[in-house]
């Protein structure tokens, strides 16, 4: 059998092309990190890749619930130590004005100074992280408490509100 010079000659050019092509594919790989381009070169590694990107995607969301929760916890176990100080003090002041020896002015003023404290523990038990409360239960759009108050504007009573 006679192989003519054209026959050759395509053969030739059809592996130099072939090697140019390989040489771009490889080059086009390690450019960009990936070993398929369409999901038809390799199916079964398409699909495995699409399920790892998914897979990356919530684990990636887990951290993000993660750190979220963490520092809603580090915000109201802050919050809670702050209220557990101020009650320390609200109890010392209370008890610092309760014998005969204290005179009326003296009572007003732990009166006003009890007032300041008591709107200050209001604050404490209202805080949010973000854009919620820490100590609203489920309801955590709305303030977890209402004071009640007098016409001065003084404290009168405390209740928990009710999440609609």
Same mark, same amino acid.
């Given at each position: 059998?006679?192989?003519?010079?054209?026959?050759?000659?395509?053969?030739?050019?059809?592996?130099?092309?072939?090697?140019?092509?390989?040489?771009?594919?490889?080059?086009?790989? &390690?450019?960009?990190?990936?070993?398929?381009?369409? !999901? +038809?070169?390799?199916?079964?590694?398409?699909?495995?890749?699409?399920?790892?990107?998914?897979?990356?995607? &919530?684990?990636?969301?887990?951290?993000?619930?993660?750190?979220?929760?963490?520092?809603?916890? +580090?915000?109201?176990?802050?919050?809670?130590?702050?209220?557990?100080?101020?009650?320390?003090?609200?109890?010392?002041?209370?008890? +610092?004005?309760?014998?005969?020896?204290?005179? !009326?002015?003296?009572?007003?003023?732990?009166?006003?100074? &009890?007032?300041?404290?008591?709107?200050?523990?209001?604050?404490?038990?209202?805080?949010?992280?973000?854009?919620?409360?820490?100590?609203?239960?489920?309801?955590?759009?709305?303030?977890?408490?209402?004071?009640?108050?007098?016409?001065?504007?003084?404290?009168?009573?405390?209740?928990?509100?009710?999440?609609?």
């Amino acid at each position: 059998m006679r192989v003519s010079h054209l026959q050759r000659h395509q053969t030739f050019v059809r592996d130099v092309e072939q090697r140019v092509y390989n040489m771009q594919r490889i080059e086009q790989e &390690l450019g960009t990190g990936k070993s398929i381009f369409t !999901p +038809s070169e390799d199916v079964p590694q398409a699909q495995q890749a699409l399920l790892s990107r998914s897979e990356l995607e &919530l684990v990636s969301q887990y951290q993000r619930n993660i750190e979220n929760g963490q520092g809603f916890v +580090s915000a109201a176990d802050g919050k809670l130590t702050q209220i557990v100080d101020l009650i320390n003090e609200i109890d010392a002041l209370a008890l +610092s004005v309760d014998n005969d020896h204290v005179s !009326p002015e003296d009572r007003t003023s732990a009166a006003q100074e &009890l007032n300041q404290k008591l709107e200050l523990l209001m604050e404490y038990a209202n805080a949010q992280f973000g854009d919620r409360h820490l100590f609203a239960g489920h309801g955590t759009l709305e303030s977890a408490f209402a004071a009640a108050r007098d016409s001065e504007g003084k404290i009168v009573g405390v209740a928990a509100v009710s999440p609609s």
